[in-house]
């Protein structure tokens, strides 16, 4: 992989209005996540990647106002994918992996062939999964611990692409899109620490592994910046207000 490459597509939806001082219409940027699911429907309708990435997000996940539905996902998730949309295809790769999605033939084959298109057209969901994949391996692939090293390598680098563009200032309601990111970035940075400490895929480098380690934090402080307290319940974090 390139490592210079950049994510394909990065959703953000524009919006015009007009401050009640009456100046001039300001141009904000929302997630789609912010969107009702029959708004999203609409922007669907004018081919919008960003409403029809999300509303293949929500059914696959049954996330918000929708019931979980995988074939309305994966109609979706397709549309998006053939627009550029690189997370589509991150989440198509399921289809053939999963052993909880039974509408399509278990194919490792094609679903590492999705997750590898993804990840090539700047997917940091897909370079975290196919980090994981090469780690542990399964499913007729063979555990790869210096391609596993490099994926994981190349998903931190592209979070910090990700958290850029949606800190830009015109941005707002991401909140819940960075925790996401927060989330991601801790799990892989603790993964390369682990590569790092024991020399696995890569020389071992306690110095490296100590420098992983602490770099999330880097990202929780710009996190806590936007005024939200971070929590670290189980696995996963809280941002409370």
């Not at 309305?72 to 999963?98: E, V």
Request: aromatic share 14%; net charge negative.
């Amino acid at each position: 992989m390139a490592r210079e490459i950049l994510p394909s597509y990065l959703p953000a939806a524009k919006v015009t209005f007009t401050p009640k001082d009456g100046s001039a219409p300001k141009v904000i940027y929302r997630p789609y996540m912010a969107f009702h699911v029959e708004d999203l429907k609409r922007h669907a309708l004018g081919n919008e990647t960003g409403a029809i990435l999300e509303l293949g997000r929500r059914y696959y996940y049954g996330d918000l106002d929708v019931k979980q539905d995988f074939e309305q996902a994966y109609d979706y998730l397709k549309r998006a994918a053939d627009l550029g949309a690189q997370d589509a295809l991150s989440m198509l790769a399921a289809y053939f992996l999963s052993d909880e999605i039974t509408m399509m033939p278990n194919d490792p084959e094609e679903g590492m062939k999705l997750l590898h298109a993804a990840a090539e057209a700047g997917s940091w969901d897909a370079m975290e999964k196919l980090a994981v994949v090469y780690r542990v391996g399964g499913q007729g692939i063979k555990p790869d611990h210096e391609k596993a090293f490099e994926w994981a390598e190349n998903a931190e680098r592209m979070v910090r692409v990700y958290w850029y563009f949606y800190t830009q200032p015109d941005f707002v309601d991401f909140t819940e899109v960075l925790r996401v990111l927060l989330n991601g970035h801790t799990r892989i940075t603790l993964t390369l620490a682990h590569h790092c400490a024991n020399g696995i895929g890569t020389k071992r480098d306690l110095d490296a592994a100590i420098s992983e380690s602490l770099s999330f934090r880097t990202f929780w402080n710009a996190f806590e910046r936007y005024g939200y307290t971070l929590e670290y319940r189980g696995k996963f974090l809280r941002a409370r207000p």
